[in-house]
């Protein structure tokens, strides 16, 4: 059963923009960490960017710092992660993660979320 919702992808030219959207579709536990992660063609998956949903502190990737911006929609209970100055090597497939303990901040690991969407492609042409 897919809990979390991604849409938003879609295709774009090098230097362009796009933002995804990720919704809770009705999990019923406490969420205190959501993060984007993706996937580039015949590449393992890497994390991209987090948010802790209690305190709204955002850590990136070194590789998107300065171009996305993740952010928290507290009435739909999900997240958004702003893309701009898109470069071809962003192209991927792009999944939405949420997880997290009380108590505990949030983390880069795949491990470190339990929750998952079943991903929405990006393509940036160049």
């Known amino acids: 059963q897919v809990q979390l919702v991604e849409s938003g992808g879609g295709s774009v030219q090098a230097g362009g923009s796009l933002r995804l959207s990720c919704v809770d579709s009705?999990?019923?536990?406490?969420?205190?960490?959501m993060g984007w992660f993706r996937q580039l063609p015949g590449k393992e998956r890497e994390w991209v960017a987090r948010?802790?949903?209690?305190?709204?502190?955002?850590v990136y990737a070194d590789s998107v710092k300065g171009r996305f911006t993740i952010s928290r929609d507290n009435t739909k209970n999900g997240v958004y992660l702003q893309m701009d100055s898109l470069k071809s090597e962003d192209t991927a497939m792009y999944y939405c993660?949420?997880?997290?303990?009380?108590?505990?901040?949030?983390?880069?690991?795949?491990?470190?979320?339990?929750?998952w969407g079943q991903g929405t492609q990006v393509t940036v042409s160049s």
């Open positions: 948010i802790h949903i209690g305190s709204g502190i955002t």
């Open positions: 009705g999990h019923t536990g406490r969420i205190y960490c």
């Open positions: 993660a949420a997880g997290g303990a009380a108590g505990f901040g949030c983390y880069s690991q795949e491990n470190d979320y339990n929750l």
